[in-house]
């Protein structure tokens, strides 16, 4: 999902001409174990090497594209875990949204617009509901576990447009607020280098980050 994302997101006009990069952020990859931050991330203070490398990978976007499925009418347990371990990193940055599943993960979204909005960051409205019914192809049609292919609908692509519009557009408007400021957010100058995960990580869940 995240590759069709990524896909038809590097075709945007904004992306295209240079004006901003998408990356794909993959949990797999982050590693992160069950929260284990002595302290709430409200207040910065990371003891481990991997929740620093988490914040070093989310501090480094302007916005993001969450692709994600829906599990018991809410959002993978994973995601809410990679959530809850930043404050600051996810402040005043917009999010638009993917989803997939059974009903197009339309009440998982619902969910993770609150959570979003607990960290400061900006949830938008628009989204892309992806049914496994209609916008994927199976092997074997009578296995859904079964390898499958993207075969989005042809309104899927145009509303996934309408999500890059709207995060590419508020991520200039929100510019200001996420300007530094004294106690704004965590010091991430004892990060270690994230560069394995910041550069080309892989991650369907999370999704995907605007970055100019």
């Known amino acids: 999902m995240a590759d069709w994302v990524v896909t038809l997101g590097r ?41 620093r490398r988490w914040s070093h990978t989310i501090a480094s976007f302007d916005g993001f594209v969450v692709v994600t499925p829906e599990y018991n009418h809410s959002i993978p347990a994973a995601l809410k875990n990679a959530v809850d371990y930043l404050y600051a990193e996810w402040a005043h940055k917009p999010v638009g949204f993917v989803g997939y599943g059974l009903t197009g993960a339309v009440r998982a979204v619902e969910h993770l617009r609150l959570v979003m909005t607990e960290v400061k960051a900006v949830p938008l409205g628009s989204q892309v509901t992806l049914s496994v019914f209609d916008d994927l192809t199976h092997a074997d049609p009578t296995d859904p576990t079964s ?41 991430l100058s004892s990060c270690e280098d994230p560069t394995s995960q910041a550069q080309e990580p892989d991650h369907s869940e999370s999704g995907v980050g605007d970055r100019s």
């Open 11 to 51: 075709s945007h006009p904004v992306v295209a001409a240079g004006g901003a990069r998408l990356d794909i952020v993959d949990l797999a990859d982050a590693g992160l174990p069950l929260l284990d931050e002595p302290a709430p991330a409200l207040f910065g203070t990371y003891r481990n090497a991997h929740t």
């Open 147 to 187: 390898p499958a292919t993207m075969t989005a609908r042809g309104h899927q692509a145009a509303a996934l447009a309408g999500v890059l519009d709207d995060v590419l557009g508020m991520y200039r408007a929100l510019a200001a607020l996420r300007a530094p400021r004294d106690g704004a957010s965590p010091d």
